[in-house]
């Protein structure tokens, strides 16, 4: 079946430009998670949603980072006014349900790089 | 602050031998630890994982050893092929949040 798909697979914007990060998770999986990966490092969380709220913000390292997800489907992660530290692979996760850990799905990610 | 310390960051075995990946965590809520696999240009796919009430995990070349008290678990891979070269991350979580380590990169050479 089909896996978690992101969109797009590169982008490459300039600073202080408003970038969206899309992800489709596998159909039926209630949990979706947004982590970040610096070159070389592990993967950092941003946010977790279950259904369409978002319990857990936690993650996101400042107010330009936001996140929004509809029909428990596609989530979109929006990064605005964007700087050089934004530059990472930004990775979508997917799961059965968020409590339990259930095994999480990951897409290929996007790799965004700020110039 | 990290929860899980993972090491070596990188090592370099020959075909056939035994690569092993460590990790250490503080927190004693988690009860959940995974290993993910990592090739370039690829999100991490599950590749094995265990739970803390038992002590060693196999799943074909791949084990898992876990060490309750020490609060430690490690990877081992079996008879490593040139095609396990490949970026591994230990993982832990105590509900939906999986805390990662920093990745090891493993190069097995033919």
């Known amino acids: 079946g089909a896996g978690v798909s992101q969109s797009p697979s590169n982008k490459v914007t300039e600073k202080g430009k408003d970038v969206e990060l899309r992800c489709d998770p596998i159909s039926g999986h209630t949990a979706l998670y947004w982590y970040r990966q610096r070159l070389g490092q592990g993967l950092e969380f941003l946010i977790y949603f279950q259904g369409n709220s978002a319990p857990d913000k936690s993650g996101l390292p400042s107010d330009r980072f936001s996140a929004e997800r509809t029909g428990e489907s596609v989530s979109t992660l929006t990064i605005q006014r964007t700087q050089q530290e934004d530059s990472a692979v930004y990775l979508c996760a997917s799961s059965l349900s968020g409590m339990g850990a259930y095994e999480q799905y990951f897409g290929p990610g996007t790799r965004l790089t700020v110039t | 602050q990290q929860q899980v310390k993972q090491s070596p960051q990188s090592l370099i075995v020959q075909k056939g031998g035994i690569p092993i990946i460590n990790c250490a965590y503080e927190?004693?809520?988690?009860?959940?630890f995974p290993w993910y696999q990592q090739f370039p240009g690829k999100g991490p796919a599950l590749l094995i994982a265990?739970?803390?009430?038992?002590s060693e995990k196999k799943e074909g070349r791949f084990t898992i050893s876990f060490n309750k008290s020490a609060k430690q678990f490690s990877l081992h891979i079996m008879d490593s092929q040139p095609g396990d070269s490949a970026t591994y991350f230990c993982?832990?979580?105590?509900?939906?949040?999986?805390?990662f380590g920093a990745g090891t990169t493993v190069t097995v050479r033919a």
């Open positions: 265990i739970r803390p009430d038992v």
């Open positions: 993982a832990a979580s105590s509900d939906y949040k999986l805390s």
């Open positions: 927190n004693t809520a988690f009860d959940y």
